[in-house]
């Protein structure tokens, strides 16, 4: 199985595999997480964890996503953009960029296993980060913390507040739904509160 982003085991996490959704995610609000987040900036290149014949499947809810169905497993990779490699893929092939898209509220990569032709139900899915032999580390350094929860929480707050000053606790219930607890957050309202 190969990485589908670089320097994988570095990155922080948003949800994990099972995690419940909390309240803000529409339809999905109380249901079971079906793969794996990791946190990046847009425009992260994105690659082939295996090898299969790969389909864009977009929607509301995923954004830009890929399908690569291979002989043991079907992963999706969402909320991309500028795919850039369909129809036969290799593992280790650049598919896509990272960025945004569909319900999601902050710049990420969705990675999701299930078995081969099976029903989007989650006793048909794997842990992607047993499957890809990642640390299961749930922190978060102050320099990650800086380097893509600022900009990507201020990109959001200013898309939709328009003129706006950011006002910390809204910003910090926005981070707090995109991060889902991987952040110390009084360091988050301290960088936040030295920046406005």
């Not at 982003?5 to 339809?27: E, K, M, R, T």
């Not at 946190?39 to 690569?68: F, N, R």
């Not at 981070?175 to 889902?180: D, G």
Request: proline share 6%; aromatic share 10%.
């Amino acid at each position: 199985m190969n990485a589908p982003l670089d320097n994988l085991a570095s990155l922080p996490f948003g949800l994990h595999f099972g995690q419940i959704y909390p309240a803000g995610f529409g339809v999905l609000t109380g249901s079971q997480h079906l793969g794996t987040d990791w946190i990046v900036p847009t425009g992260t290149p994105v690659y082939a964890p295996l090898d299969g014949v790969a389909y864009i499947k977009t929607s509301s809810q995923t954004g830009v996503c890929i399908e690569i169905q291979g002989e043991q497993y079907w992963c999706r990779m969402m909320h991309l953009r500028n795919i850039v490699k369909t129809s036969t893929v290799k593992a280790g092939n650049l598919v896509a960029y990272s960025d945004n898209t569909g319900l999601s509220s902050g710049a990420h990569l969705h990675v999701d296993f299930r078995k081969p032709g099976s029903s989007l139900n989650i006793a048909n899915f794997f842990d992607p980060e047993k499957l890809l032999a990642t640390p299961q580390e749930d922190t978060i350094t102050q320099n990650q913390f800086t380097a893509l929860a600022l900009p990507e929480a201020l990109t959001y707050w200013e898309s939709h507040h328009p003129g706006q000053q950011p006002i910390v606790s809204q910003v910090e219930a926005q981070l707090r739904q995109v991060y889902l607890g991987t952040l110390d957050y009084t360091i988050l309202l301290d960088e936040w509160r030295k920046g406005l």
